[in-house]
């Protein structure tokens, strides 16, 4: 099919057969929705991303922004892609009635991103960016912050950004120097400082850019206990006019990918002119970032699947319609050349791409899922479910983006030498790709997160959490013999992954260098882990489904079927490498010495 | 160090210490040189890398070639460029003193490759792609052809490319259709056909292009054993003339990277007016460019480990300069940030960089030493190491190349954000890194070669002649504690190889689909063993040198220790993971269907 960028067949399975979406709406919260609205937002996804997305993903690419005249121009396409999302409501879909939102859940406002992302990543981000920095003003914002700032960013009238990081603040937010100083006003600050790297900094398709910016009270704490979080807009509304608020825009950055999405760098201040609002309280800037940038990570994991997704049917199009070369068994020349998705080496290309995508976007919307239920549910159900994405947003973060360079690489390398060219979209999706394991906390912090951190919080309740679920759901998966299969092969990786979770907490005490240094081999399996849980689960719904259908429905069951037995005998098996470094004693990368590079 | 793209210290060490390639001036070709004329080319090609090449890396991304009035225009800097290599004799420099060669060793030959490539891979191709066809001509082509092209060949003035791809047969070179039609002067025909992805096959900084190309003469076999070699240039020169040969450029390819070479679509003979000129004799046209690729494939690898090695220092030099975070064990946010090289994390990513490198660095050489032997010495020496240069050819041509695609990813990574701007050159190198699993081949097509030709070509006496090799090293090794460690994990690793080759050649008769339907896993731990040798034999050097010698001698050679242990560490043990899918039974890669993805 051409111009095939997502499989709504496969949101389907994921969001209806495996999850049970639906049962969502049992949750006071939900309670309004059901299957119907929720195809209504996701057919309405599908709409915009075709029409107006898709159409620029290669223009955007081409005409990068450019600084003039102190302002950042993007291309023109942006302006009436934002106001779209503005008009029909996606800005503030999530939030509540009393809001002007619609409370819908979470797993499916990202089914939408995924689908907006697989379109058109650069321009998916905007309404996005704006959506998270609302949502940090009106979960801690006074009333008068709220009513001032969202209503025009709900519009798409106002971009919404995150500002954390600085020239000498990047991994170590807690070294900003950007300062905030008291004024008369309760509340109101004047900031100084710079910062890089903002994504949709400065743009001229909204009329007001609104920073949720880190800075530090002059006099506060050092380190993160200092850190206040403050609304800081590029024109500062008073009395119904948009004053300059001195936030200069001092460059743009020219980047490998994503280029249409504007990054900037800003000077905050530079004429003592820069007004910011605190938002919440003074000193706990960055815990209540850590709520936006929760999210955002899960975001950024759905956006990795969307962007290998698209390169994936790219490759599977050209794979389909490219003949090239004849069966291994049939080598007579005088016989036509077959399409080279006959060879079984650009099927594992294909199934290598499938069955990571597909395995991601099932792990996402499942903590898509339990984000929706710490929102909406109470008590246990609650708590378990904080618990449980607690653990594995760093996984639902990083495996996808590290993975998704790897399978966009693979699409590149069926496409051959055309993949390298501008003429197809796989390079581009290549180099969109690169960005996800570096922004939102590289791959290293990530690690650090889960094994420092996730893993013995609440004295390693979370993982004994997720253990029962996997658990749970091997049992299920008795019912056939390839799901008996699966789950025996996931139950033997759960005694690696235990054996080499107590080998690393064992040195935790007396060696924390040694206990860390490998964290993100460390996250490198655990992500193998719980993929490989997630097709243990595709596996089960797909045999029960599969007996009672035909045509296309019995392909795509069996395409789920293969693509498990593929992750398990290809992916899963990496365990066994990573597990024998992790118990290994020698302190290579510890002990290696600058001066001996 | 600023602007450090390649390490001579680390050149030296392979040359001189680990393959003593002084002793190829033993051979009567080679005799006239030693130590002091090697190490003034490659002071000469480290010169011109410098104040020619490096200078233009950057400009030579940003201004791609454009085709303009049916010409390719190229960087004016390339012309220059060409001319100085031909002006220094570069282009001839390997041929003999008769053809005002050098007789200068394949081994200093493509160390000069690796300097040119890592200051700027794109100028280098030109000088390299003209090398490669006038040596195909000089091998095979009349006395009269070698001496209408060959001097201007040599000049630098004239541009050699090999014309092989087809739109219709790119890895399936047996499809070609280019035709050659007999006139009535013999070696002279009529040649009509599309050549594409032409590497500088058509630009503006020669006054000619001299296309190598294979083509079909009419009514000749069908496949493989019908293809010609033809020279077809591109101005035919005749009485002193250059006259326009039909051979038009329809389009230049832009692309992901390495976009200072020009690539080009030509249409070859349209208007009925292009004469080609047989090279050798008819049909044998496969087998005389074979000899071509062979060399370019070693020169592939080896500017894969270039480009790899130019980010591999851009991103030690960042690692050392920038400062984020604190040690693990002493987080006092009071305390200065450290260097990133102080995290483990940030060392691991270097020593991954180092030891794939560095050890693809030590094969490629040790591959060239091989071409030395092939081409210079006699008998036993000269069969045993062709024997071993073939069976070596896929394995140092592919894991470089997917290799550097992840070195390149881990620099980017180090640099993170900036890592991904264009304001550093990372991002350049691991755009230009891509193409290296592509062309002269795909990885796919060098598993096929390894594990369906070479592995079982002569029974097997390949890979018996490089066992006795690795274990006439790993006995060597025995002489420090460490290098019995490594050699015995070697051992080890051995048996895994022979274990997985054994179960892949009993199914061959029987079932060759399922025999290479993995041959790129194979291709992938066989590459591992191989570097895992590599870095075996420069340990034992490293270990006996390391007791007399201070300062920066005693730094570099704890380099080259730690950077062993680390291959072995985290990279060898990856065998385990791969021969577990190669032993498994499950044809899921085979079975899959196209319906089914």
Known sequence: MANHFYSKR????????????????????????????????????????????????????????????????????????????????????????????????????????????????????????????????????????????????YAGRWQGTMALT?????????????????????????????????????????????????????????????????????????????????????????????????????????????????????????????????EARIGVGMNAVSIGTAAYYASLEYARERPQGRPIAEKDPSRPQVPIIRHADVKRMLLFQKAVLEGSLGLLLQCSYYADLVHAAEGDEKEKAALLLDLLTPIAKSYPSEMGCLTTSASVQILGGAGYTTDFPVEQFYREARIHPIHEGTTGIHGLDLLGRKVIMHNGKAVTLLLAE???????????????????????????????????????????????????LYLELFGHVVIAWQWLRQTTVARQAIANVHDDDQNFYQGKLMAARYFYEYELVKIHALSRRLISADRVTIEMQNEWF
């Not at 503005?86 to 797993?107: C, K, L, R």
């Not at 000498?168 to 008369?184: F, K, M, N, P, V």
């Not at 905050?268 to 002119?273: F, Q, T």
Request: net charge negative; glycine share 8%.
């Open 470 to 520: 996997i658990q749970t759901d091997m049992a299920a998966a008795q019912v056939s013999p390839e799901g008996e299969a699966l789950s025996n092969q996931l139950g033997a990786a759960l005694v690696v992954l235990d054996k080499v979770t107590r080998h690393l907490l064992s040195l935790a005490p007396s060696d924390t260098e040694a206990f860390l240094a490998d964290a993100t």
């Open 166 to 294: 600085e020239p000498d603040a990047g991994s170590s937010l807690s070294d900003i120097t950007t300062t905030a100083e008291a004024t008369d006003q309760p509340g109101v600050y004047k900031i100084r400082g710079q910062k890089i790297y903002i994504s949709a900094g400065d743009h001229d398709a909204c009329e007001n850019i609104v920073h949720l910016m880190l800075a530090k009270i002059k006099s506060g704490p050092l380190g993160a206990k200092g850190i206040s979080l403050f609304a800081v807009p590029q024109k500062r509304p008073e009395n119904g006019h948009l004053l300059d608020n001195d936030v200069l825009t001092a460059g743009v950055y020219h980047k490998m990918g994503y280029k249409g999405a504007p990054i900037a760098h800003l000077m905050v201040g530079s004429n003592d002119g820069c007004i910011g609002y605190l938002v919440g309280e003074p000193h706990k800037g960055l815990s209540y970032m850590f709520q936006m940038m929760n």
């Open 10 to 153: 496969d949101l389907t399975f994921h969001l209806y057969e495996v999850l049970n979406a639906e049962q969502l709406t049992r949750l006071p919260y939900f309670q309004d929705h059901n299957r119907e609205s929720f195809e209504m937002v996701l057919d309405a996804a599908g709409q915009i991303a075709e029409s107006m997305l898709k159409p620029l993903l290669t223009e955007m690419d081409r005409k990068e922004p450019q600084l003039v005249d102190g302002k950042i121009r993007v291309h023109s396409g942006i302006r009436p892609i934002i106001r779209r999302f503005g008009d029909d409501g996606w800005i503030n879909a999530p939030f509540s009635y009393e809001e002007g939102g619609q409370q819908f859940p979470a797993t499916i406002m990202n089914a939408a991103t995924f689908i907006f992302g697989a379109a058109n990543y650069s321009s998916s981000v905007f309404p996005f960016l704006t959506t998270g920095a609302a949502n940090l003003l009106r979960s801690f914002g006074s009333p008068e912050l709220i009513e001032t700032f969202t209503p025009n960013m």
